[in-house]
């Protein structure tokens, strides 16, 4: 199967720092990832997709400079949240697409849930 | 743009029982691909099920089928013979074919099986 990590899963941070987040896909290449941001009891909120050796695509709405992304790799994409305040304080999912002839299959990493206090 | 809409934000079901999620859509393409995603309390996300809109057959993946409606752009899972770990959120998500590759998610219905 097809399998993404995330790293840290858990982190709690003071207002004002900054925070890293890594996705990783462990057994395929993907030069296209996604990172999601959950609110309790909603859905899934497209942030960006993360392009490798590119810049991110963002969504209408995402701070560019607060929530930067890179792609580094094809097996890699890293989400750092700068400057984070409590309202920053969420779950963030990334997703990495497998290219497999006609359909390319998004897997999910299992989330990392922020805290700034 | 593409919405997704789940009108129960909440169902139940006994166990060994049957139950039905619906999901709308809204689109005006042609080629494109629904999903059922679970999410349990680990929050890890789950493809249940895959459903090519080209296809008229209606996918099945042992006790998960779906009813795929293109005309009425309805996709509703139907879950046979519930089981405790069924009880999730489950999200309704359309991908459009060759287009941004993103993924449209519904808000979500949180089912709970009884035992």
């Known amino acids: 199967g097809a399998v993404v990590s995330q790293h840290p899963s858990r982190v709690i941070c003071k207002s004002g720092t900054s925070v890293k987040i890594e996705c990783r896909s462990l057994?395929?290449?993907?030069?296209?990832m996604f990172w999601y941001r959950q609110f309790p009891k909603q859905s899934l909120m497209l942030m960006a997709t993360s392009n490798e050796g590119s810049k991110a695509t963002y969504e209408q709405g995402v701070e560019k400079d607060k929530f930067l992304i890179n792609h580094a790799s094809l097996t890699l994409s890293t989400l750092t949240v700068t400057s984070a305040h409590p309202e920053d304080s969420s779950f963030y999912i990334c997703s990495a697409r497998r290219t497999s002839g006609f359909y390319n299959e998004q897997f999910f990493g299992p989330g990392t849930r922020l805290t700034v206090l | 743009a593409q919405t997704v809409t789940q009108s129960q934000p909440e169902m139940s079901v006994q166990e060994a029982e049957t139950v039905t999620l619906s999901c709308t859509y809204d689109t005006s393409e042609s080629d494109y691909y629904l999903f059922w995603y679970k999410q349990p309390p680990s929050r890890q996300m789950i493809l249940v099920i895959r459903q090519e809109a080209y296809k008229q057959q209606n996918a099945t993946e042992n006790r998960f089928s779906v009813n795929f409606q293109k005309a009425a752009k309805s996709f509703s899972l139907k879950i046979s013979d519930s089981q405790l770990g069924d009880a999730a959120m489950y999200f309704c998500?359309?991908?459009?074919?060759?287009?941004?590759?993103?993924?449209?998610f519904g808000k979500g219905t949180k089912l709970t099986v009884n035992p």
């Open positions: 998500a359309y991908l459009e074919q060759g287009g941004s590759e993103k993924l449209v």
């Open positions: 057994d395929f290449q993907a030069t296209t």
